[in-house]
């Protein structure tokens, strides 16, 4: 009795300090993505308060090399980062995923086996693939409002932007072989320029098989506790200046300006973290109109599309190798959001998101007086007329939502079609169709290489029937009527007949009707094509009816929340320091490693182990480990790159704000070493594109000495390690 009064008042006072732990630390979680060059005025001692030892001029320095010269925009929508001065680059493996899954076949299944290059002649060329990096950043906000005045209309104003970022960007850029982005910040409070340099020539190093950089798979896709290596390594090359190159046999590696140090120490609870990338999109100052229509008509009906097709793709890929590897990428690229609206729904129904925005407009209003705002709008007004707005905008923001799940992510039918368009009479010039023809022939060759027509066609019959069923009367295509009346409201029967008709169903049929194709009179037949006639009615159905009352009522949102937000920074400044949505442009975020409390009675710790991955281990794809890897486990034989105590860590978690775009970010510590791969999110914290919560928010990283270990021990590819600045 003694001794379990004993053993609960350890445990009670484990708990206690565990909990207090997990509380005290989740007050130093931070919300915010920062501009780089603005760090030194915003957040600079507030990081080095947190324990980071650097300066913002190591952080950005356009006078010389800081860390920013490491940082690398992967393909436009991933972050990647260089690790070695020859040009190595490392990212995350569901970033490479579609790369390394176009060298894959069944003889090389490299998306099943993983691949190493030996030496860089066997490193993989990758047409199409680019590295960016950012020269420079500069407030333009003076020069690219110039002309623009509170009076005139929205379109105006946005004609008069457009060609002052043209003549700005092109003087900034002229004489060098640099490009320039111009992005609006703060909904067009602020612009700012980047300069830019890109790189045409990434080859493909390295991969691990997917069994570790997707390990869990979609199970354990936005969820902790994590097990996933998820890493990819590639080669940027460039000329023998070291200048950017068309791909050519006669680069060389790359030497970059700056290559992330290694640090092999690991981290405690408590230390310093920041995440250096590229986060894609987040609304953080939504109003509660606008969530209320994600969390009630966005989310649900675009979860619901993506149930079908994960659906269909899941059995046709369990049922065949051939479609498995051919589906694997087009798979991830739809699972992974849809997994995400669920979580973000569930985060903000939980958190009660749509009272704590109203609560906010609230005090918004209360705060207001009768002024006008420098745009002309009256701030005590403002939320009434996003309240109209909504409600005229919501019929089409709809169609719109749809449109995308159904023409961007449905069935391939809908989309091939398009390219036919480029040989229509009217657009191509005399003399360029057999040179059009060849480059078709090309593109069919490709998109038929991963395309199984029977999953294809059950995509269309079932994909398309929610779409139509979800849609305003008023808003529904054409093609909808023919459904009705010529196939008596049957999609199955409709999806037969388009693939029992169309010439764009098979390469042989493609090529044959290539073979054919005489000009004008062919393109009538194109035409008639029952599947470019889905393609058109669809298209032109959201051109007329959905993209102009889009356009007119995106025009007065933007007015909307270009003063709103003005006013949450004139109103409440002590709310919170405001930073700008992300936009796909450089940023920075910082917090410490740090569990959570996910739900009543649970407490996540922030590491976890090999341990864990021996745990989950069993026979079914998700959860398949390498007979390699596991007697590495088993046998401890972690080398160079275990923890203190011996254990092999897999991934951790931090208070850094994250975002699609920041997966394969450096995540560093507080000398700007790198310490872990930036990768993914909990499912609670899928919700902080629009409102963070300390408490719960944490970001996924892979621990830099499982990335190393999995290099060194498990595929003999020390080689690359060598390459590497290790600081230990
Ligand atoms: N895993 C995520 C993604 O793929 C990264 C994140 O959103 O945190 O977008």
């Known amino acids: 009795m003694i001794k379990f009064a004993q053993i609960f008042e350890t445990m009670k006072r484990f708990s206690l300090i565990l909990f207090s732990l997990v509380f005290t630390l989740s007050s130093f979680a931070k919300e915010g993505m920062w501009i780089p060059s603005l760090i030194k005025n915003l957040v600079e001692s507030d990081m080095q308060s947190m324990g980071m030892k650097l300066s913002a001029e190591d952080l950005y320095s356009f006078n010389k090399s800081s860390l920013k010269d490491a940082i690398v925009h992967f393909n436009g929508?991933?972050?990647?980062?260089?690790?070695?001065?020859?040009?190595?680059?490392?990212?995350?493996?569901?970033?490479?995923?579609?790369?390394?899954?176009?060298?894959?076949?069944?003889?090389?299944?490299?998306?099943?086996?993983?691949?190493?290059?030996?030496?860089?002649?066997?490193?993989?060329?990758?047409?199409?693939?680019?590295?960016?990096?950012?020269?420079?950043?500069?407030?333009?906000?003076?020069?690219?409002?110039?002309?623009?005045?509170?009076?005139?209309?929205?379109?105006?104003?946005?004609?008069?932007?457009?060609?002052?970022?043209?003549?700005i960007g092109k003087a900034a850029i002229e004489g060098s072989h640099y490009n320039y982005i111009?992005?609006?910040?703060?909904?067009?409070?602020?612009?700012?320029?980047?300069?830019?340099?890109?790189?045409?020539?990434?080859?493909?190093?390295?991969?691990?098989?997917?069994s570790i950089g997707k390990f869990g798979f979609d199970t354990d896709n936005w969820v902790w506790p994590r097990h996933t290596g998820d890493f990819s390594m590639f080669r940027i090359y460039a000329d023998k200046d070291n200048q950017p190159a068309e791909i050519s046999n006669d680069n060389v590696p790359y030497r970059p300006k700056y290559a992330l140090p290694i640090n092999l120490n690991g981290t405690q609870p408590g230390d310093f973290t920041m995440i250096y990338g590229f986060p894609g999109r987040t609304s953080e100052y939504l109003t509660s109109y606008a969530v209320d229509y994600t969390i009630n008509k966005q989310n649900p009906n675009r979860i619901k599309m993506r149930d079908i097709s994960l659906d269909i793709m899941g059995h046709a890929m369990a049922g065949s190798d051939k479609i498995r590897i051919q589906y694997a990428a087009k798979q991830s690229r739809v699972s992974n959001a849809w997994k995400k609206w669920i979580g973000q729904n569930k985060g903000l129904i939980a958190n009660d998101a749509i009272n704590s925005k109203l609560a906010l407009e609230k005090r918004f209003v209360a705060n207001a007086d009768n002024s006008i705002t420098s745009y002309g709008l009256k701030y005590t007004k403002i939320l009434d007329k996003y309240k109209a707005l909504y409600s005229e905008l919501e019929p089409f923001a709809f169609s719109w939502d749809m449109f995308i799940e159904i023409y961007y992510y449905g069935p391939e039918i809908i989309r091939f079609p398009m390219n036919m368009e480029k040989l229509n009479p009217e657009k191509l010039k005399d003399g360029d169709l057999e040179k059009m023809k060849e480059t078709l022939r090309i593109s069919a060759e490709r998109y038929f290489k991963n395309y199984d027509l029977e999953t294809d066609k059950k995509l269309l019959s079932a994909m398309l029937k929610q779409y139509f069923s979800v849609l305003d009367e008023n808003m529904r295509a054409d093609v909808y009527v023919t459904i009705q009346n010529d196939f008596g409201g049957n999609y199955e029967d409709y999806a037969a007949s388009v693939f029992k008709k169309s010439n764009f169903t098979t390469l042989e049929k493609v090529n044959a009707f290539l073979d054919n194709y005489k000009g004008t009179k062919s393109f009538k037949k194109i035409q008639k094509d029952p599947a470019y006639q889905l393609t058109m009615s669809l298209y032109n159905n959201y051109q007329s009816k959905v993209r102009p009352d889009l356009v007119r009522l995106n025009n007065d949102l933007n007015l909307l929340n270009r003063t709103?937000?003005?006013?949450?920074?004139?109103?409440?400044?002590?709310?919170?320091?405001?930073?700008?949505?992300?936009?796909?442009?450089?940023?920075?975020?910082?917090?410490?490693?740090?569990?959570?409390?996910?739900?009543?009675?649970?407490?996540?710790?922030?590491?976890?182990?090999?341990?864990?991955?021996?745990?989950?281990r069993d026979t079914t794809k998700e959860f398949t480990v390498p007979e390699r890897l596991a007697t590495l486990i088993t046998d401890k034989d972690y080398g160079q790159y275990a923890d203190k105590d011996g254990t092999m860590h897999v991934c951790f978690i931090a208070s850094n704000h994250t975002t699609g775009g920041n997966s394969g970010s450096p995540a560093l510590n507080g000398n700007g070493e790198l310490i872990g791969l930036n990768f993914d999110r909990t499912w609670e914290s899928t919700m902080s594109d629009i409102m963070f919560d300390p408490t719960i928010c944490r970001n996924i990283m892979v621990d830099i000495r499982y990335v190393l270990f999995i290099v060194d021990k498990y595929a003999n590819a020390g080689h690359l390690v060598e390459e590497m600045n290790l600081v230990k």
């Not at 379109?155 to 008069?160: E, G, L, M």
């Not at 340099?197 to 390295?206: A, I, P, S």
Request: aromatic content about 12%; charged content about 25%.
């Open 77 to 167: 929508g991933c972050t990647a980062e260089m690790i070695s001065d020859k040009g190595l680059l490392l990212t995350n493996h569901h970033c490479g995923y579609s790369l390394i899954q176009s060298h894959s076949s069944l003889e090389n299944d490299y998306l099943t086996n993983g691949f190493w290059a030996k030496t860089k002649e066997q490193e993989l060329k990758n047409p199409n693939l680019f590295a960016r990096f950012i020269v420079r950043i500069d407030d333009v906000t003076e020069s690219v409002l110039k002309g623009v005045t509170d009076a005139m209309p929205e379109a105006k104003r946005q004609a008069i932007v457009d060609s002052n970022i043209k003549v």
């Open 182 to 210: 111009i992005r609006p910040f703060y909904y067009g409070n602020q612009y700012y320029m980047f300069i830019t340099e890109t790189f045409n020539d990434v080859r493909l190093v390295g991969a691990p098989p997917s």
């Open 564 to 616: 709103y937000m003005e006013g949450l920074q004139n109103l409440l400044p002590k709310d919170k320091k405001y930073y700008p949505d992300a936009n796909s442009t450089l940023r920075i975020s910082y917090g410490i490693v740090d569990g959570y409390k996910p739900k009543d009675g649970v407490v996540y710790s922030p590491f976890t182990t090999t341990e864990g991955i021996m745990a989950k």
